[in-house]
């Protein structure tokens, strides 16, 4: 969707009040009623005019004759629902006033249950937005999930989002710690993530690679370096790795060791090392434990299709079989072992947030979140993409609004 912050700059802190108001509502009634939006606000004489420039700029939307559990007899009343653009404008607000986010540019991906969007923070250093919207696709085509959404009162579409941003954003954080190729996590607020931009392409746009067996070989060692620390990507594929360039140092061999052919070389091509194509992982919602119950699945599958790719795109094929996922656990045997998957759910991704997640993707099919590129960029990359020439500020606020919002994370 269309993230548009020109009605941004424009609210007012009574404003910011009454739409957090009915964010902190949506938690227990699917549809806020008016009289609570004013109470948990503490908005008086200006509660209508808040609600009818929320109302105009599409970040709530108003539902008559709803069903409020505000009294025990239930009697229907007149009420609003937060929009995924109110739950945008609620995210910005906190990065900007965080001083992680100062102005949005262009829209560089599109994905089943997310956008990306170039960034700037205060200083002009471009990053990535990433806005989960999980419930975008699915709750439109399967009808099932309302029987699983009911059992949470609240919009559980931004419980959902919010979840797979702090799992994504835990992960990252872990795995750049380890020193896997891993985009920089900056922040997450809400459904959101800022990250880093990587001056790199998805593994999907390369037609060809000068050595593709030794690019193999780094992408099935990534696999088992995840499985030796306890996890398994779940979506390991071309559309989830991006391929940077970098020059690749070679060992200067002193004048009188080199060869007649070596000295003969043109000083420019000396002077030019070859480039080394680094491979750089990212999307991680759908992330497990090694102790899984389908881990083996899901490693079988990472594996798979690294191999599939391969051989369609390069026609090359490796004659080394697996890795195998007994080969993987077996990493894990003995010796102190560092277990980010425990690590993880320690600091604060529980266990039972992570069953809720994947019951909320089995139940509504979702299986990664492939991108929709433009502008041949991707998540995360896409050489180094520009804000563009009229990027929207976010304007600052003076009054500090965090008493109010509590799912900060």
């Keep these: 969707m269309k993230l548009d912050t020109k009605a941004l700059r424009y609210l007012t802190n009574d404003d910011w009040r009454v739409l957090t108001a009915v964010e902190t509502g949506s938690r227990n009634h699917e549809v806020?009623?008016?009289?609570?939006?004013?109470?948990?606000?503490?908005?008086?004489?200006?509660?209508q005019r808040c609600i009818s420039t929320l109302a105009k700029a599409n970040l709530i939307a108003k539902v008559k004759n709803a069903k409020s559990n505000l009294h025990r007899a239930k009697k229907?009343?007149?009420?609003?629902?937060?929009?995924?653009?109110?739950?945008?404008?609620?995210?910005?607000?906190?990065?900007?006033?965080?001083?992680?986010?100062?102005?949005?540019?262009?829209?560089?991906?599109v994905g089943k249950e997310s956008d990306i969007f170039v960034v700037a923070d205060p200083a002009?250093?471009?990053?990535?937005?990433?806005?989960?919207?999980?419930?975008?696709?699915?709750?439109?085509?399967?009808?099932s999930n309302r029987d699983y959404l009911r059992k949470r009162s609240s919009g559980s579409w931004m419980y959902m989002?919010?979840?797979?941003?702090?799992?994504?954003?835990?992960?990252?954080?872990?795995?750049?710690?380890?020193?896997?190729?891993v985009p920089e996590a900056v922040a997450q607020n809400r459904h959101t993530i800022v990250m880093g931009l990587v001056d790199a392409f998805p593994l999907r746009q390369i037609?060809?690679?000068?050595?593709?067996?030794?690019?193999?070989?780094?992408?099935m060692e990534m696999i088992l370096r995840l499985a030796g620390l306890g996890l398994i990507h779940g979506?390991?594929?071309?559309?989830?790795?991006?391929i940077k360039e970098e020059k690749e140092e070679e060992r200067e061999v002193p004048a009188a060791d080199r060869t007649d052919a070596e000295q003969q070389q043109p000083q420019q091509q000396q002077q030019n090392p070859p480039i080394k194509l680094v491979p750089i992982l990212?999307?991680?919602?759908?992330?497990?434990?090694?102790?899984?119950?389908?881990?083996?699945?899901?490693?079988?599958?990472?594996?798979?299709?690294i191999k599939r790719f391969f051989e369609r795109r390069f026609h090359f094929r490796s004659d080394e079989p697996g890795p195998h996922f007994a080969e993987a656990k077996a990493q894990l045997r003995g010796g102190d072992v560092k277990r980010l998957d425990v690590e993880v759910e320690a600091s604060g991704f529980s266990r039972k947030m992570a069953r809720e997640l994947e019951a909320y993707m089995q139940d509504v099919g979702v299986d990664g979140d492939h991108q929709d590129v433009t502008n041949e960029e991707e998540e995360g990359g896409g050489g180094g993409g520009s804000v563009g020439s009229g990027p929207e500020e976010l304007e600052d606020?003076?009054?500090?609004?965090?008493?109010l919002d509590k799912t900060h994370s």
């Excluded at 037609?207 to 992408?219: C, F, I, M, N, T």
């Design 76 to 109: 229907k009343d007149d009420g609003y629902r937060l929009t995924y653009g109110g739950l945008d404008y609620l995210a910005l607000h906190a990065h900007q006033k965080h001083a992680t986010v100062y102005s949005v540019g262009n829209q560089i991906g």
């Design 32 to 47: 806020v009623p008016t009289s609570l939006i004013g109470s948990i606000s503490g908005s008086k004489g200006g509660l």
């Design 235 to 242: 979506d390991f594929n071309e559309f989830n790795i991006l």
């Design 282 to 305: 990212i999307d991680f919602p759908q992330m497990v434990s090694i102790d899984h119950p389908n881990a083996d699945f899901y490693f079988d599958r990472d594996v798979s299709c």
């Design 124 to 143: 002009g250093k471009q990053l990535v937005l990433k806005i989960h919207r999980l419930g975008r696709i699915s709750f439109r085509t399967v009808k």
């Design 397 to 403: 606020e003076d009054e500090d609004e965090d008493a």
């Design 161 to 181: 989002s919010r979840l797979a941003a702090v799992k994504e954003f835990t992960f990252m954080k872990a795995l750049a710690g380890q020193g896997l190729p």
């Design 207 to 219: 037609s060809e690679v000068p050595d593709p067996a030794r690019l193999y070989a780094e992408l």
